[in-house]
């Protein structure tokens, strides 16, 4: 999942530079994209103006292209690092004792909301964010109040295994605007066998979303599954993938299990089983169902890992979410605190490039072994999109889901 800082909260804003300057430069491009195309464009023409200007592009032009990007910026937080799952692949130590206060909270919404932009995410993460309903809940009101006197839009990501989902919750966040990631890996034994239970003798599967899917459906929150692969499982990859759309959650996202060392055996079963779970999703998508393998929405890329600026329990920041991990690079993903009252717009400008993630994440031989699994998953992308855009020029009459 995850980083190390390119700038931190004390790095002096990019080079500004010429007679604009950032937020001359921003507002010129907020200006021309209404009107016609944009101003900067990664032309040779452009860049070699702007290089000569501001210096080499490595020093600017990924702070540049976020603050004239339309994105709602995400701060993410980590109310507890505890959690009713031990789930194999998961690399977080659990700990008692690592909860946010109600304060800290606050300050980190209070930091997000201090951005220059207009609408803002607030993701929780953890752990298991549930398990702290309480503050959950706390942040989500005070959110809620505190961008209104803003006159801003904020929107929230809870990222949950669904344990602790229940009708009373939901409704309750249904008068917010929440979008829930819900764990799910497939069926009752491959979710069993490696998103155990902490307890002994308790259910992963029957306590889990599965039965909730009515209830989650019901209640109009914006959701969507997320399924862990793990390399020992992916021979159950297209039918676990369509159980749990089986189950009512037509939208998954296949996530391959970072930080193990897949076979090429394995690799070569991960490529057959996405072509399987492709070719059956063309057969339903002529036939009208409603089902989205979300990973087809965006670009295609070997391995995102998660760079957003992340608030840990204690009040630091961090360049992305790797540092859960606790290994010995925990240090280099430090930017600040919020003690430091660093601007958030300046975080996310300089959080780290998914290189830098991919550098310090997991030990090199992983990663080169996971970029490899994620080619095949980049390859499997292009091919979809191709299939579709031939059916479309075919008059089948297929949906073209993933554009
Ligand atoms: C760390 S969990 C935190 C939120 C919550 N406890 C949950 O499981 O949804 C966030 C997501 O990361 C996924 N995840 C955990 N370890 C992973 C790994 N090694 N590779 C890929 N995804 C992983 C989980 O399955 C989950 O969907
Ligand atoms: S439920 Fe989430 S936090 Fe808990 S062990 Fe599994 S992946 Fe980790």
Redesign the pocket.
Known sequence: MFVVAGGSACSPPAPGGGALGLQGRRREAEHTRSTGPPAFQDTPAAMNNATAVLGPSQRWLTPFKRYVSQSAPRLVVIPTWQ?E???RY?F?P?QDGRVMTHRTLERSIDMLLASDRDQVILQFF???ALIEWDLVQHAIRYGTEHAKKWGKRIRYIISS?GWSIDEDKLTWLRDFDVKLEL?LDGNAETQNSF?RALKKGRDSYGEGIPEKAEMIQASGLDHEVIMVVHPEAVDRMPANFFHIVGLGYPRVQINFALGFIWTPEQKQAFAKGLHQIGAELKTRWAQGHDVTLVNLEGAPMPIRLNGEITVDWDGTVYGGNAFLHETKHKQNFVIGHLNDLGSFDRYWMDSPPNEYLLDWSYPPDVTKNNLDVGRIFTSFHRWMHLQTAEQKRAPTGAIDRPS
């Open positions: 959690c799952l031990r789930c998961c977080i659990k953890g752990g298991e295994n764990s998103r």
